[in-house]
C-alpha cells in the first residue's frame, strides 16, 4: 500500500544518470566532428612544382631604399 504517489518524482540515480549522458554526447559530437575534418581535408596544402625553384629570380632593388644608415660622416 502506498500512502503518497508522486508521478512528476524523478529519483537522483536518474538524474545523475541523464547529466552524464548529456555530458558523454559533448565529447562524442566534438571527436565525430574531428573525424569528419579529418576526412575533408586535403592530403596536401598546396601542389608542389618543381619548376618553381629554378624559374625563381632576385626581387629588383627598390628606389626607397636609398638612405644610408652607414654614413657616420658629419
Known amino acids: 500500500m502506498l500512502i503518497y504517489e508522486n508521478p512528476l518524482y524523478v529519483p537522483p540515480n536518474l538524474k545523475r544518470h541523464l547529466a552524464k549522458a548529456e555530458a558523454s554526447q559533448k565529447y562524442?559530437?566534438?571527436?565525430?566532428q574531428k573525424l569528419s575534418?579529418?576526412?575533408?581535408?586535403?592530403?596536401?596544402?598546396?601542389?608542389?612544382?618543381?619548376?618553381?625553384?629554378?624559374?625563381?629570380?632576385?626581387?629588383?632593388?627598390?628606389d626607397d631604399d636609398d638612405d644610408d644608415d652607414d654614413d657616420d660622416s658629419e
Do not use: V
Request: a positive charge; aromatic letters at 16%.
Open 28 to 32: 562524442k559530437q566534438r571527436i565525430y
Open 37 to 62: 575534418y579529418e576526412q575533408k581535408k586535403p592530403k596536401e596544402s598546396f601542389p608542389y612544382d618543381k619548376t618553381d625553384e629554378i624559374f625563381q629570380t632576385p626581387a629588383p632593388p627598390s
